[in-house]
């Protein structure tokens, strides 16, 4: 367990440990290194024997088709094109409505936390429809914007904008008074205290509302697409679903886990390079 | 000599569940140009409230603060404040916190570069410009908030317990770089502690402030001869002025509402 602990000490820049003056530097330093190591040696274990169980039980008489079999459909998907078809048509609604969603949620977010009137009179709104699964809303949805694109790519706009609005607003109430004194009294005005010290403090609010918007306008996404939908991952499980296609149920689930992680990861690079000013305690 | 800081009657109450809360009453004291006062005092007598009125951070609820003979409306770059918290901007580099006041004021890169790597160098910390604050010690930090005051050139400093959360060793060190910064810039400062070593070896006067209500209490003198250094506090005279001060904080006679 303290392996785990260790992991976000690890994810520090590199820097920081190297211009610190040697006093300071923690003695543990040293061990860093190989307990890094050793997390990703334990990771691959894990696939490794992930996969494996999964072999032997397909082996062993469960339904399931082989990893052979899975990567055998997944070439076979993409070799006449269906693959790459459905992970556009899932990329591009997942990646509309989450870029809409967090691009509404960031300026609603400085509007509640920066002006009373603004909260006042969005936050009932945004506290009743958080406690809505987003999917909840798609029934009502479908009647009144039909089965198009739309429909779809509002309820993951929904999901991401709720979970990044909320994290946004909170970033901006919680910044340190005394960094706001200490702007005014160096003559800054509103404008540059907004501009030059509320955004830049609320950036790792905004960047986890964004990751956990991500993550929830990927759940909405694929079971959007399994109600209705011309292509797109989700789509094509239920299809495969109908014909008893076990192995491209498997590649459309694999699929969707690596794409949300690589998603995941991408945001968790940025949310480094921009909050690493952070102290971690 | 010129009265640069003027302090008049000043009475700031805030209103508590069924009573109010007298921070300040009757508060007067003039600070002229380029003079180092202290203010001392035990906790809960106003003295960070007389700060943050000074700073235009807060407003006083009766009488008159006055800079340069004009009452202060609002925080201004003339009086600089540096904050027991460094209440440095995290994501900046020491260099860019600094110039945080100069490109407030509108100044072009270079000038900023110049001036700021200026005072850099003058609290030492060159090694660091380009660190971000958390990599930075206490004191180091502490030092970086007094450049990026001095740099936008306030011709007052207002200083809120600024080595109060620094190890006694650090303390004083700080305390000899800022008389020996004062020497070489002067500037009109108000030092808020609650050290009584620090108050006397700062300041050319002390004031003693005592609570409930926030009063000024006394006001010392001290006259001992700058530079100061180590020997100035093992002085008979520092010793002396140090007791009459502690007396002072310590064995306060009952105010108007201590009986409360």
Redesign the interface.
Known sequence: MTGTQNVPRVEAPPT?AL???PA?APPASRRRLPRRSTLVVLNALSIVGGIACWWLLARAGFQFPTPPEVVAKAMQLAANGTLQEDLLASLARVLTGFLIGSAVAVPVGFLMGWYTLARGLLEPWIQFFRTIPPLALLPLVLVLLGIGEVPKVFVIFLAAFLACVISTYQGVVSV?R??I????????KDG?IFA??VV??S?PFILVGMRVGLGSAWATLVAAELLAAPAGLGYRMQQAQLYYDLATIFVSIVVIGVLGLVMDRLLLLAETRL?????RR | MNTKISVQEVRRTFPLKDEEFVALDGVSLDIADNEFVTVVGPSGCGKSTLMNIL???DTPTSGRALVDGKDVL????E???I?Q?Y??????TVRKNVE??LK??GLDAVQRRERADHFIRMVGLEQ?AD?????L?GGMKQRCAIA?AYA?NPSILLMDEPFGALDALTRVTLQEQLLDTWNREKRTVLFITHDVDEAVFLANRVVVMAARPGRIYDVIDVGLPHPRTEEARLSPGFAELRNRVWHSVYHQAPGIAAGQ
């Open positions: 920081s211009s610190r003056p300071a340190d005394t960094l004194d200490a702007a005014r009294v160096l003559g800054a540059t030059r010290v830049p403090a950036t909050t690493g000013w952070q102290e | 700073a235009g951070l609002g925080p201004g770059p009086r600089g404040v904050f918290q209440a440095l901007f995290p994501w900046l945080f006041g407030v004021a660091f660190a971000l604050p958390k990599m010690s990026r936008v």
